[in-house]
């Protein structure tokens, strides 16, 4: 007589992801939100949640800009190579200033989504070479959640220009929050290490350690082999950062 082996009950389905639970899940328990997210990707309801914050932050902040700032630093910077240019011909450079500020505004959200694509895929090539695991559909998932800081900063900024009084500078938008050492030194008399100083900002450093661990989950290496990957990427993007200051000031 043969006793049957009664087959292992199916493992029940899991549930599907809620998009703005991960998205607070992220911020307060990354370990837990990035296995889940690692198993069940998803993209969608947040690069549309990223995008649509993006764009209610332009209109807010557009009429907030105070563009004669930025004209007038142009102004003394090319005064100081040629002073020989017109008053007409400096008119013409205010006017494609202006301009070109508002459409960088208003475009800037969109264009945002090719630099959410280019970091998943720099940072998927990165994992995969060295050994790791993972899929784009993963990584631009796992990309789109650690951004949850950086939208936070974004939405602070926002509220805090709103609420100031008088037009916001926008050279100074990086320094606004207080969030990063940069505001205790002159993005004039020091632009390199303004820009350097901005680059060590508490929601970028918040941003990267949730790159880590949600690709540590995805590609199924360690935490530690993670940090070396994503924070080597990172002081490449300041280095990248910094060619543009470095060049101002040996240009003067």
Sequence with gaps: MTTEIPAAAPAPAEPKPNPFARMIGALVSPNETFTSIARRPDWVVPLLVIVLIGYVSTFLLMPRMDWDAIVAMQEEQIRA???NMS??????MERMTKAFGKVVGWVAPVVAVIWYVIVAGVLLLAFRLLGGEGTFGKAFSATLYAWMPLVV???ILTIVAVLRS???DPTQMAT???SNPAFLVDMKAQPVLFALLSSIDIFTIWTVVLLIIGFAALSRTSKAKASAIVISLWVVCILLKLIGPAFQTLSK
């Design 81 to 83: 190579k040629n002073p």
């Design 87 to 92: 008053q007409e011909q400096l008119d013409q």
């Design 153 to 155: 900063n974004g939405i």
């Design 166 to 168: 008088g037009l916001v």
């Design 176 to 178: 606004l929050v207080k």
